[in-house]
């Protein structure tokens, strides 16, 4: 058979359309929203090479007009899972042995078809899935996804290419064997990119997956799957169930063939499954591997030296993109009082010119909040902010969720530096500001680092170098992708590996080789042309 040291393609960062007035790409997903929009599904689980439909249904619809049907997809028993199990394991078998050029090109394929032929299709149920603007569903569902399959293709042949030195007589070879067992992919509603790459960068180091994606994502994420197959993704490689979420994650980390999990999500899901793990640890054939990336309570700290425009733009964007949904998104800032008024009326004359509404209007900059239980949550800390006499409200903290879940940006300014917005993970539209005196510069950086228990991002505004040291090193701990000058969302990989650690995950760097080398299991060879024949070393001689 033909062999070669195959070259892969260079990975690049795919481009961001501008989706202006006037675009192809504009009217193309446009179009598809709508063709889309009128249309219902039936989502099944894909287990192998089947289309199961248990008749137990559940209805799917956009959380910007939840009175309309999008359709429904079917939920698992604990006997489907199990099933899905057996079927990975048994696509192991092949899966495994496949050379990794053929894995390649496969999800080579997969990224070609999302930045072609699929670019809209998947990007409109994005915003009708998860409520995404035009704008936000490019850069995530497009541009990081491919950017995912792209860079990860890179980083596998750099991984097998690392090698141990040789000597003389002796070859050593090093290879990285897909794990013994199964992967459990658990991915968010937040992004569509996140929700194909987990099971992605795992099959593609030669592993099988069973997936569960978000609730709230299985409209888009059910493309994905159809992009997948197109792509020539052999059957039973990635299993997709849904369900209740309890009964699959027991019944998954139950099997002994559990080899690991590749999770985005909340911190205290992680917990409780890193808890369950734990507790089974006897029954694993191996010792799984635990990746996760978990919530976020991301800060901004503004020297004095700062220009007020560029940290007022920097909230804002940073604060309420993707109605402020991101595990990066600004959500706690720190402001110096010589600055505040300006930034002040800089904010609040932004937000007064942004529009909220249905994604399909591509003039609106916010949509909706993800889900009823999201928007009652958000609603519940808005009012008590009314209620507090250390918190002020200064923008939005009006909301309605009679078609939609909408929640408009709101900025809270505290002078307690400990307020529950400041420590809290709301995932909402909501940005809680405290004002320090100049004087307190340092002061300060300790309470940032001190006043969360997470780790994510984090950006410092300034003019001054020192202070720009300074804060590098008090922050160090503080988050795992660190900005200067810079909003704290916006991670582009290949550029920006993400990922935090304290309560934020186990910061593996998705969208990196660090991540690709969790999901093999090294075995070192060594060969020996001419072994010896005599047992005696030379300093037995007399």
């Known amino acids: 058979m033909p062999k070669g040291i195959y070259t892969v393609p260079k990975a690049f960062n795919e481009p961001v359309k501008s989706y ?35 008749g137990n249904t559940k209805n799917l619809f956009p959380p910007f007009d939840h009175k309309h049907h999008l359709g429904t997809y079917h939920l698992a028993d604990k006997a489907l899972v199990e099933k899905a199990i057996s079927t990975a394991l048994e696509a192991r078998v092949k ?12 999800f080579l394929k997969a990224a070609e078809l999302i930045a072609g032929p699929y670019r809209a299709k998947l990007n409109a149920a994005t915003m009708i899935a998860q409520a995404k603007t035009l704008h936000q569903a490019e850069i995530d569902a ?25 000597t003389d007589g002796v070859w050593n070879r090093l290879e990285h064997r897909p794990l013994e067992g199964f992967i459990y992919a658990i991915t968010p509603f937040n992004f569509t990119a996140i929700a194909g790459n987990l099971p ?65 999500g909340s911190t205290s899901v992680f917990n409780s499954m890193w808890e369950k793990i734990g507790k089974n640890i006897n029954n694993y054939k191996t010792y799984p591997r635990i990746v996760g990336e978990t919530g976020g309570k991301d800060f901004v700290i503004a020297h004095p030296s700062s220009h007020a425009k560029e940290v007022a733009v920097a909230l804002t964007r940073g604060s309420f993109e993707y109605q402020g949904q991101k595990c990066s998104a600004a959500s706690r800032a720190y402001v110096p009082a010589s600055l505040w008024g300006d930034i002040k009326n800089y904010m609040i004359a932004d937000l007064k010119t942004i529009k909220m509404g249905s994604p399909e209007d591509p003039t609106n900059f916010v949509s909706s909040v993800i889900s009823e ?37 709101t900025v809270i300014v505290t002078t307690n530096p400990k307020y529950e917005t400041m420590q809290t993970e709301l995932f909402g539209p909501v940005l809680t500001i405290y004002v320090y005196e100049d004087a307190k510069w340092s002061e300060t950086l300790k309470l940032v680092d001190e006043t969360s228990a997470y780790a994510l991002t984090g950006a410092i505004f300034s003019q001054c170098r020192y202070a720009i040291d300074e804060a590098t090193k008090a922050l160090v701990n503080a988050a795992g992708n660190f900005y200067i000058n810079d909003k704290p969302t916006g991670a582009v990989v290949g550029q920006q590996p993400f990922g935090g650690a304290r309560a934020s995950g186990t910061n593996d760097k998705a969208g990196s080789i660090l991540n690709l080398l969790r999901w093999v299991s090294p075995r070192t060879i060594k060969e020996t042309f001419v072994p010896a024949t005599d047992y005696k070393y030379p300093f037995l001689n007399k």
Request: contains cysteine.
């Open 200 to 264: 992605a960068s795992v099959a593609l180091m030669g592993n099988v997956v069973v997936w569960k994606p978000s609730a709230t994502q299985i409209y888009s994420a059910n493309v994905i799957v159809e992009i997948f197959r197109e792509a020539g993704l052999p059957d039973g490689v990635i299993n997709v169930i849904y369900g209740d979420s309890a009964m699959i994650t027991d019944t998954l980390l139950a099997s002994p063939d559990f080899a690991g999990i590749h999770f985005t």
């Open 20 to 54: 202006a007035p006037g675009t192809t790409e504009r009217e193309l997903t446009l179009n598809s929203f709508k063709e889309q929009y009128n249309q219902t599904v039936d989502v099944p689980l894909y287990i192998g090479g089947e289309e199961i439909r248990t």
């Open 142 to 166: 497009a541009c990081e996804f491919i950017d995912f399959l792209r860079f990860n293709v890179e980083f596998m042949t750099q991984i097998y290419a690392e090698q141990p030195i040789s």
């Open 373 to 409: 239980s999201s928007f009652d949550k958000l609603a519940k800390y808005i009012e008590q902010a009314k209620l507090d006499s250390d918190a002020e409200i200064i923008a939005g903290g009006n909301y309605d969720k009679s078609v939609g879940y909408f929640i408009e940006p």
């Open 95 to 106: 899966w495994s042995a496949m050379p990794w050029e053929h894995r390649a090109s496969i």
